[in-house]
């Protein structure tokens, strides 16, 4: 018999783990400095790192990455004053439209 490995179920709480970090950093920014480029460039950047580990405890990279992805266009869209509801469908829509792709293999 093989035995486990004492680290197979610790990528779940590492993950977790870093997410609290990254959205506790994210926190820190927005709540403490002042609005600039650069804090707005790395801002959308914690944004999309940190829903793409939230998304990550699903267990599934691919979703991770197209829920980040989705959700970090919105904000930068809101941003740029351009978060019409027609605009978020059409985003919604894309993004499933993708799921549903790549779903089928």
């Known amino acids: 018999m093989e035995k486990k490995r004492e680290s197979e179920g610790k990528p779940l709480l590492k993950i977790f783990i870093l997410c609290v970090l990254v959205w506790s950093f994210l926190g820190f920014i927005v709540y403490f400095l002042p609005p600039s480029l650069t804090l707005l460039i790395l801002g959308h ?55 549903i792709f790549f779903t089928r293999e």
């Not at 999309?48 to 267990?59: E, I, K, M, P, V």
């Not at 959700?71 to 978020?88: A, D, E, G, K, Q």
């Open 45 to 99: 950047m914690l944004l999309f790192l940190g829903t793409t580990l939230a998304s990550l405890l699903l267990l599934n990279y691919r979703r991770a990455l197209l829920i980040g992805i989705t959700i970090t266009l919105f904000f930068l869209m809101r941003y740029l004053h351009i978060s019409h509801p027609l605009n978020v469908l059409m985003l919604l829509t894309i993004a499933i439209t993708l799921e």
